[in-house]
C-alpha cells in the first residue's frame, strides 16, 4: 500500500534510544517521516512508532534494529497513511463546525467504501489568536491536505496564517463569512454540508474535482 | 500550558539530520516524544516538528541544536497537545458516525469555550479486518485517549482489538449495536449523539464525568 515502513519499537524506558534507532536507519539510508511515543500498559516500558521512507533494504534494517542492545522488540505495523490516510481538517465554532464535519464524514464514508482512506479531524474552537494558531499548526500536522473553516466571522491573524500554510501546500475552504479570510481561501462554499463534501472531493483520488478548476469561485 | 518544548526544525534535505538532532537532545536528558516531517514550500528543505518532554535546560538544548551544522533554523511553536488537546477518535461508518462526531465536536466546543482542547477524529470505514486494524492503531495515535465505535454489527477482530487497545488505556464507548462489541466496550450508548457527547464528558477536565462511576453501563 505504500513505501512506507512503520515500526513499533518497543525498549526498556531510558533516554536515548531514539538516538541509537535513529542513528541506524541513518547508516541504512532510511529517512525517518514520524516518530511517535505510544501509550505502553508497563510503565517502565516505552514504545515508538517509527515511519521511514527510502530504507534501501528494509529487511536487513529490520535486523539490525532487531540486534540493538537498547531495543528489546521491533514489530512492523501497518503506516498511518494505510489505516487513517488523507486528513480534512476542519476549525471553527458553533453550529457550522459540526454540519461541516458531518458532511465531510459523509462524503469521506463513501469514497473509503470504494477503496480511499480519508479521516476528518476536527477542532471547535473561538477566538482569533487560537484560530490563527490552529490554523499555522495545520500544516505540521502528518498527512494534513485541506483545511475548512466553520464560523460567521474570520480575519486579521487568521487570514495571514491562511495565506502562510496555502504556500506550504494546504487547500484552504472557507464558509461564506464575514472577515477577510474569504479573500484568501481557495474556495468559498456557503453551505457548511458543502463545504464538508467539497473538501473531501478535492483530495480525493476516487473523485474527479481538482482545485485547479475551482480556485478562487464561489458556491 | 505544558513541559513540553515543540520546535520546528529546518535543514537542507539531506538524511542524518534527526539522528544528530536526537543525539544533541539525547545528552541533554531530553525524552523525545514526538517527531513528524513537515511540509515545505521548498522541496530542497526538510522541516520538522519535534517535541521533547523533561530537557534539563531547554534554552541550552535550543542554542545547542541551532550550532548544528545540518541545521539552518530551530524555532520554538506550540506543541499539539496546546493546539489539538486530547483526541477523541471516531470509527465506523453509515449515518452513525457523522452523528456520533456531531454529537462530540458540539460538546468538545462547549469545553474548548472555557479554555479545554478537545479534537473529534473521525475514519468512516467498514469490514472487519479494516475496523480492527484502526482501533488498534488507536493506541499508537499521539494524544488519543477515548475511542467511539459507530455501527450496526462489529465482533470478531474488532473486540480483539478494543480488549488490546483497552489495556494501553484508552477509554472504548461503543453504540448499542449487534455483534460482540458491546460486551468489551466500557460503555454502550444507543444514540450516537449522546455517545459523541459522553465520550467528549469522560475525558474533559472540565466535565465530571468519571469512566469508573460508569463502566460496564448501558444508555
Known amino acids: 500500500m505504500s513505501d512506507t515502513l ?3 519499537v518497543s525498549a526498556p524506558d531510558r533516554p536515548g534510544v531514539l538516538y541509537q534507532v ?30 521511514i521512507a527510502e530504507a534501501a533494504d528494509p529487511y536487513q534494517l529490520l535486523s539490525e534494529l532487531r540486534a540493538l542492545e537498547v531495543v528489546d522488540t521491533v514489530n512492523e ?58 490554523v499555522r499548526a495545520t500544516a505540521r500536522l502528518h498527512r494534513a491536505q485541506v483545511l475548512v473553516l466553520a464560523g460567521a466571522l474570520m480575519g486579521g491573524e487568521i487570514t495571514g496564517a491562511v495565506r502562510e500554510i496555502q504556500r506550504a ?18 474556495l468559498v462554499v456557503t453551505d457548511p454540508l458543502e463545504a464538508g463534501v467539497m473538501a473531501v472531493m478535492l483530495i480525493a483520488d476516487t473523485a474527479r474535482f481538482s482545485i485547479d478548476k475551482v480556485r478562487g469561485r464561489r458556491f
Open 6 to 8: 512503520a515500526l513499533l
Open 22 to 51: 535513529a542513528e541506524a536507519i541513518f547508516r541504512h539510508g532510511g529517512n525517518v517521516t514520524y516518530v511517535s511515543t505510544v501509550r505502553s500498559a508497563d510503565p517502565g516500558r516505552a514504545e515508538i512508532q517509527i515511519e
Open 77 to 134: 505495523v501497518p503506516p498511518f497513511q494505510a489505516v487513517f490516510g488523507k486528513r480534512v481538517i476542519v476549525i471553527g465554532g458553533g453550529a457550522q463546525v459540526g454540519m461541516v464535519a458531518q458532511g465531510a464524514i459523509a462524503e469521506a464514508d463513501r469514497h473509503n467504501i470504494r477503496g480511499e482512506r480519508i479521516s476528518v479531524d476536527t477542532i471547535a474552537l473561538v477566538g482569533e489568536q487560537q484560530l490563527a494558531e490552529a
Open 169 to 186: 501546500g494546504i487547500i484552504v475552504v472557507s464558509l461564506s463569512m464575514a472577515g477577510s479570510v474569504t479573500e484568501a481561501a481557495d
